[in-house]
């Protein structure tokens, strides 16, 4: 493989508190006994920004946090997880955001506080030397996203190539999903955010190759000309999801940034990554490193 290239994450940074255990609220003051609480680093971008870097990708993450305790607890989580954070404003206003994840057996719930999400602007978003820009959560960023178009616009121009990972529209309109498509070259979805975002768009007639991430049964990638490729996930005793489909994306971007050219193995990293950080609470815990990656694959 080559030496890989630099990436630019773009999004949200936030903190979680993950709870687990009987997390099914119950009102009338009723008291519930936790399994465990961990409060740790958040943000689909920040998660898929140490996801990168844990597999050797150098990675810059463009966000914005709050001049608070949360917010220094994500810029010192990021900068532990080698990830450059010269490009995170620090808002003096507003909050750092942060969401309350009740993590289950078979799903979760996710109560969300934005915070200091919603204010990045496309002035934030400084290209360097990174040569592949990922976007994730723009729905959370609606100001940011009325621009979205053309800041992806422009990093294209600047020979960029770009990936989206909408996660999932808490209006469920989807609006602006079709006009920024035309500016992307791989969409990361899941597969209920796909159904979805195909109701008001083609992602395939933009010409965008879909990456999707189909939960315990892998993942699988499919090109405008209708080349599919699929890979399992790893059978793995899992702790928590959360942020596992972060991680999938940040195995496959690391593939292309390692010079993978193989769409096949550059899924297998995908999935394999996404397996392998549900070993531990929160999105970063379990996140794998290149060589336990190279182990599996």
């Known amino acids: 493989m080559s030496a ?6 773009v999004g949200d940074a936030n903190v979680d ?15 519930q006994l936790l399994d465990a609480a961990d409060l740790v680093l958040g943000g689909s971008a920040a998660i898929v920004a140490c996801g990168l870097a844990r597999l050797g990708v150098p990675t810059a993450l463009a966000a914005v946090v709050g001049d608070d305790g949360f917010g220094r607890f994500t810029l010192d989580a990021l900068t532990a997880a080698g990830v450059a954070t010269d490009r995170i404003r620090v808002d003096p206003v507003v909050p750092t ?17 934005p915070g200091t999400i919603p204010t990045l602007r496309p002035a934030d978003v ?15 960023m609606p100001g940011f ?7 992806l616009a422009g990093l294209r121009a600047a020979g960029a190539g770009v990936s989206l990972d909408t996660n999932w529209d808490p209006t469920e309109r989807w609006s ?35 990456v999707v991430k189909d939960g315990a049964a892998g ?22 999801t959360t942020g596992a489909g972060d991680s999938f994306d940040a195995g496959y971007l690391a593939a292309i940034a390692h010079g993978v050219h193989d769409e096949r193995e550059r899924v297998r990293w995908a999935t394999v990554a996404g397996s392998l950080s549900t070993r531990a609470a929160g999105g970063t815990g379990a996140q794998a490193t290149l060589d336990e990656l190279r182990a599996h694959l």
């Open 97 to 113: 955001g942060i969401s309350v994840i009740l993590s289950g057996a078979d799903d979760r719930a996710i109560l969300t506080l």
């Open 176 to 210: 602006g999903v079709s006009g920024a498509l035309e500016h992307v070259d791989v969409l990361l979805p899941n597969r209920a955010e796909l159904e979805a975002i195909s109701r008001v768009a083609d992602p395939l007639a933009a010409g965008v190759r879909l």
């Open 145 to 151: 996203t009325e621009s979205l178009p053309d800041v």
């Open 4 to 9: 890989p290239h630099p990436v630019l994450v």
């Open 219 to 240: 993942g699988w990638s499919l090109d405008p000309a209708g080349e599919r490729h699929a890979a399992p996930g790893l059978e793995i005793d899992v702790v928590d």
């Open 17 to 31: 508190l993950v709870l687990r255990g009987d997390v099914v609220p119950r009102f009338g003051q009723a008291e």
């Open 126 to 140: 400084a290209l360097g030397d990174a040569r592949w820009v990922h976007v994730a959560s723009p729905f959370l």
